[in-house]
């Protein structure tokens, strides 16, 4: 079998291999970073310009497990705050990590003044950082901060009493888009103009038109593109009625997310000539795969390390490689964005109806899954089995993805 050459260039950066693990607590200290050694490079927890957010609550993290019966989903929900550093002691912790690992080490910040950008960059440079990330993100700024006040009482008449929240609060919230994208561009110039060290800007998933927006981060000067941060999401505890984790919403991730990361990044990937970095999403190596597919450079994962340990990182390494040696590929370069071209337009699709499914009688199990989910009451009772009747059959292809003994295959007209 081919030998395969994961060797990936990165913002100005020679990698081992495409694979960067994002920052989370996983990477916050130097020892951390050794146990995930043999990812292509690896983002520091991010520092926090305010005091606040470098103290994570307890307990911070939750698996939603929810669903239909049969169909389930698991999703890492947490209200993992920043580094718990201050900026000197964060600038010593990138210094160590630059001499105790081989693989390159990102800087990751996020900051609510002009002043602490610049402090906080012109610090990781002269740590030896290979280079930043700009958590410019939502929710930033005082709402990620949870600068919130306290309970307005409600005026006569009203019927509730809402959080009344600090001036300034909601300027930077997700509901201003407009306000986001200019600060992701702003900060972008910003910190570009303070250090030679490459910079990447890392995008909110929370936003009307994602492309348009890297389009813009990358006119603002940025090295490259992460795309995304996670989706921040809220979840109830129906006994008490409140948030399930310290009355606040929280950030959520896991596989659920890829698919919305594949759509942008390869709607982004034509658009713009800085590499992407691509965030959200991957539990194999053919996630890593289907991302390289889609544009991106470099697939950064934080879920799979987290729920998997250290042990995910070969196991994504060792997919990747799969794929790549089934399709002949000797580099990641060669596929990479080769799945843009082929995605049409909704304009563009066949509409036809060219199929219909049918039921191979031995392995049907008569568990009446099909009919179940046949609106179109084409799947019936067939003695003691199930068979699909032709002409009602609209050629959905449900039934065929809902048959636990894989009895059903769609049909050519």
Not at 218 to 246: C, K, S, W, Y
Not at 334 to 344: D, N, Q, S, T, V
Request: glycine residues 8%; contains cysteine; proline residues 5%.
């Amino acid at each position: 079998m081919s030998a395969v050459d994961l060797t990936t260039e990165y913002v100005g950066l020679r990698l081992a291999n495409p694979l960067v693990v994002a920052s989370a607590g996983i990477t916050e200290t130097v020892d951390r970073l050794r146990r995930i050694e043999g990812a292509g490079a690896a983002v520091m927890k991010s520092w926090f310009e305010t005091d606040r957010a470098r103290t994570s609550p307890t307990p911070r993290f939750r698996l939603l497990r929810r669903g239909m019966a049969g169909f389930r989903s698991t999703t890492l929900y947490s209200f993992e705050q920043a580094s718990g550093f201050d900026l000197d002691r964060y600038a010593e912790e990138v210094r160590r990590a630059k001499d105790a690992v081989d693989m390159p080490v990102f800087a990751s910040a996020n900051c609510v003044t002009d002043a602490g950008w610049v402090a906080w960059s012109r610090a990781m440079e002269q740590a030896g950082a290979d280079a930043l990330e700009l958590n410019v993100s939502c929710p930033f700024g005082p709402q990620m901060m949870g600068q919130v006040g306290a309970v307005s009482e409600p005026a006569v008449g009203a019927r509730h009493a809402v959080p009344a929240r600090r001036p300034g609060a909601d300027a930077l919230t997700c509901g201003a888009a407009a306000t986001v994208e200019q600060e992701m561009q702003r900060i972008t110039r910003l910190v570009k103009a303070t250090v030679a060290t490459p910079v990447a800007t890392k995008m909110t998933p929370q936003l009307a038109n994602p492309v348009a927006v890297a389009k813009t981060i990358e006119a603002a000067g940025a090295d490259g593109l992460v795309m995304f941060n996670r989706f921040t999401g809220l979840d109830l505890d129906l006994d008490q009625e409140r948030p399930i984790m310290h009355g606040a919403y929280a950030g959520h991730g896991g596989a659920w997310a890829l698919q919305y990361v594949l759509r942008w990044i390869s709607a982004s990937y034509p658009a713009v000539s800085i590499p992407i970095a691509s965030s959200g999403g991957v539990a194999d190596g053919d996630d890593v795969a289907k991302l390289i597919l889609c544009g991106a450079t470099v697939v950064e994962t934080c879920a799979a390390v987290v729920l998997g340990g250290p042990g995910a990182i070969p196991r994504l390494l060792r997919g990747l490689t799969r794929f790549m040696q089934a399709k002949g590929y000797m580099s990641p370069e060669e596929f990479r964005g080769k799945a843009c071209a082929r995605i049409l337009e909704s304009e563009e699709v066949d509409r036809r109806r060219l199929a219909v499914a049918a039921i191979d009688e031995a392995a049907c199990t008569a568990c009446a899954r099909c009919a179940r989910v046949c609106i179109y009451e084409a799947a019936r009772p067939a003695g003691d089995k199930y068979e699909v009747v032709a002409a009602a059959c609209s050629g959905c292809g449900l039934c065929q993805q809902v048959c636990p003994a894989d009895a059903i295959h769609m049909t050519s007209l």
